[in-house]
C-alpha cells in the first residue's frame, strides 16, 4: 500500500498532512528516509518509523456502538447525522462502515469496521447468523402470534410479497390493562424494517426497538446511547465464529 495512505490510517493526520510530514525527513522505512508518498510499503514486513518511533498498523478496525435514535446507518448523507459521525475523528480514518442497518429510531448494537469480508459472513441469510432485537409493542402479542413467526410471515411491499425466514418471537411481558407486550425477536435477515413489518402482519405495531445481540456478539451494558468501544480480540473471534 501507499505509505501516505499507512500513516493516514495509522492517525498521523490527512494526506495532504502526511505529505507535509514525508518532506520534513523524519519518516524512515527500514531505516532509510522516504520523503515520496506514494512509496509503496507492506505493513506485514518493513519497518516503518516517525522520528524513530515504530508505527504498528492495523489493517482492520471493530468498533462496537449503542446506536442512539436520530442518527442513521450510512457512512455519508447530506440530511441526517450518520453513525460515522458519533466516531472521534481518528476512529473514522480507517474509513470503517456499520454492518447492516438499524432504522433512525432503532437503538442498539451496530458493528463498524472495514472488513469487508466479515461484513458479508455477518450479513449473508445462508450463514443464518441470528440477530436478537427488544420491543415494545402496542397490542397484546400471542401464542399465535410465535407460531406464525415460527413459520414465517408474509410482507408485501411495492414490489410484490415476500415469506420471511422463520424467527422466533419470545413474549416476556403482556400488560391486558394497557393493551401493550414487550418481546423479543430473533430473526436472520435484514430486509427494510423486516421486525416492524413482521409484527404489523400479526396485527401489532412496534413503539420501540432495540437490536441487542448480532450472532454471540452482545450489546455491553455498560455502553451508554451514543457511545462505542473497539471489540476485543475475544469478540472478534466470536464474531468470525458466528
Known amino acids: ?15 495532504k498532512e502526511v505529505k507535509k510530514l514525508l518532506k520534513k525527513k523524519i519518516v524512515e522505512v527500514n531505516e532509510k528516509i522516504v520523503v515520496d508518498p506514494k512509496t509503496h510499503v507492506d505493513p506485514e514486513t518493513d ?16 468498533f462496537m456502538l449503542n446506536k442512539p435514535q436520530g442518527v442513521i446507518s450510512a457512512t455519508e448523507d447530506a440530511v441526517h447525522d450518520t453513525v460515522i459521525d458519533l466516531l472521534e475523528p ?12 438499524l432504522d433512525i429510531d432503532t437503538e442498539g448494537l451496530l458493528l463498524l469496521t472495514n472488513d469487508g469480508k466479515l461484513t458479508h459472513r455477518l ?5 443464518h447468523v441470528d440477530k436478537l432485537y427488544y420491543a415494545q409493542v402496542d397490542g397484546i402479542v400471542t401464542e399465535e402470534d410465535v407460531d406464525a413467526f415460527k413459520t414465517g410471515v ?32 430473533t430473526i436472520q435477515e435484514g430486509k427494510f424494517h423486516q421486525v416492524k413489518r413482521m409484527m404489523e402482519t400479526v396485527g401489532k405495531k412496534v413503539t420501540y426497538l432495540k ?29 468470525e465464529n458466528s
Open 211 to 239: 437490536r441487542v445481540a448480532m450472532g454471540d456478539l452482545k450489546l455491553d451494558p455498560l455502553l451508554e446511547l451514543g457511545a462505542y468501544r473497539p471489540l476485543t480480540e475475544a469478540e472478534i473471534d466470536m464474531l
Open 154 to 185: 408474509t410482507l408485501e411491499d411495492e414490489f410484490g410479497t415476500y415469506e420471511t425466514m422463520p424467527a422466533k418471537l419470545t413474549i416476556l411481558e403482556t400488560d391486558e390493562e394497557a393493551g401493550t407486550s414487550k418481546v423479543e425477536i
Open 123 to 127: 450479513l449473508s441469510p445462508k450463514h
Open 47 to 62: 519497518v516503518i518509523t516517525v522520528l524513530g518511533e515504530r508505527i504498528a498498523y492495523q489493517e482492520f478496525v471493530y
Open 90 to 101: 481518528q476512529d473514522s480514518l480507517q474509513e470503517p462502515h456499520p454492518v447492516g442497518r
Open 1 to 15: 500500500m501507499r505509505l501516505d495512505k499507512l500513516l493516514a490510517h495509522s492517525g498521523l493526520g490527512t494526506r
